[in-house]
């Protein structure tokens, strides 16, 4: 299991009217604890477009056993969300962060927690409010006593108090009812892994991921994600109302006297090696030019656009959501058992990838058009080469 990060140590000598910026051990042991015991084995030679080729059997077998183990554990407690738990085992592979959408209740903070257990990592939760601040996400620097041994006093000193995003697996939840300042406090970690505070940049423990939710029924008091940060999240999963055979068997399995936790199925050092397996599985160029076409589609001042797009779309997704398409989709075609990624996995992973990167103008907005109607056009209408 991961280690608990701690606070940087007291440093001596330090005048209070100067702030001192020391590395945090704690950070460090997390960070050298979660790296992979080797470099991913590749077998030689060169694969089309100039890329190394995949990954050996032994790497595949042993991330489509790791990955179905855990995709069933998660789906025995969190009851009616195959497709969510897919989508998010896409991004968790991907090493991506992951925006979750849904009404109360439906199950979402269970799923993030259910899904540390299962990896044995740190999990902190963050209930984001109006009154929240960065310093409550990030930490901040206070002064502290220490003892002196030259001296029969103690001394004060500066020393930084790590935040609750000093852990593997943060979820953000309701993060669109706290300020946009307070939002922005998440952005450097989601994209350098890293935490800045005064003239010091700490790092992030490894592997980390932000999962996020939001609520899209109450709309007061709540500060919409701005579009910088929406791109950051690599997915975008809608939570969908259970049908009516999953709530039987939410009552059978939520409402008795059994409590029932997740088993640990993989450790940290064991996803990141995953993750290196899924980067090294090939593409090929044909496949590539598809996602480029699907991703320039989205944009309606490009000339092969379709009509709806020109029409409704004011912008199009940047190239994270190209990046977003690659890497699921390499996960994706591991999770079927393939060796390279197909213009299927491409247009399974679409609409997570992409819905959250495609903004509105207001004839979109006022006929009731969603990106989800947009996407499906637009993978109608790109021709496969």
């Given at each position: 299991m991961?280690?608990?990060?701690e606070g940087t140590s007291p440093l001596t000598g330090v005048n209070p009217t100067t702030e001192a910026q020391p590395e945090d051990p704690g950070v460090q042991i997390e960070n050298e604890a979660a790296t992979p015991s080797g470099p991913l084995s590749i077998k030689d030679g060169e694969g089309e477009g100039g890329e190394a080729e995949g990954p050996g059997e032994a790497d595949i077998q042993a991330f489509i056993d790791i990955a179905q183990r855990l995709e069933h554990e998660l789906c025995s407690i969190v009851v009616g969300q195959e497709q969510v738990i897919r989508e998010l085992l896409l991004a968790l592979l991907a090493g991506g962060h992951?925006?979750?959408?849904?009404?109360?209740?439906?199950?979402?903070?269970?799923?993030?927690?259910?899904?540390s257990d299962a990896l044995a990592l740190k999990f902190t939760r963050i209930q984001f409010t109006p009154d929240l601040m960065p310093a409550d996400i990030v930490g901040t620097t206070i002064v502290t006593e220490q003892s002196d041994s030259n001296s029969a006093g103690s001394r004060r000193v500066f020393t930084f108090q790590p935040g609750p995003i000093f852990a593997n697996i943060v979820l953000a939840d309701e993060v669109n009812r706290a300020t946009p300042k307070t939002q922005s406090a998440l952005l450097e970690g989601m994209q350098e892994h890293t935490v800045s505070v005064g003239d010091a940049t700490r790092p992030l423990p490894s592997p980390f991921f932000v999962m996020a939710t939001q609520n899209p029924l109450e709309m007061e008091g709540t500060y919409p994600l701005p579009e910088a940060q929406l791109d950051r999240f690599l997915l975008k999963v809608l939570v969908r109302f259970p049908l009516a055979r999953d709530l039987m068997r939410i009552i059978d399995t939520t409402v008795g006297t059994q409590t029932l936790r997740a088993g640990k199925v993989a450790s940290g050092e064991q996803l990141m090696q995953l993750m290196e397996t899924a980067r090294a599985v090939p593409v090929a160029t044909h496949v590539k030019e598809h996602a480029v076409r699907l991703l320039l589609a989205t944009h309606p001042d490009q000339e092969d656009a379709p009509e709806?797009?020109?029409k409704f779309v004011r912008y199009g997704a940047s190239p994270r959501g190209l990046q977003a398409l690659i890497m699921t989709g390499k996960v994706r075609a591991l999770l079927e058992g393939r060796y390279n990624v197909s213009t299927e996995d491409l247009q399974a992973v679409a609409f997570p990838a992409l819905r959250h990167r495609i903004i509105l103008n207001f004839d979109g907005l006022a006929d009731g058009i969603t990106p989800e109607d947009l996407?499906?056009?637009?993978?109608?209408?790109?021709?496969i080469s």
């Open positions: 991961a280690k608990k990060s992951v925006l979750l959408e849904g009404v109360p209740g439906l199950g979402k903070t269970l799923l993030v927690r259910t899904l709806q797009v020109r996407i499906g056009t637009i993978i109608e209408e790109t021709e």
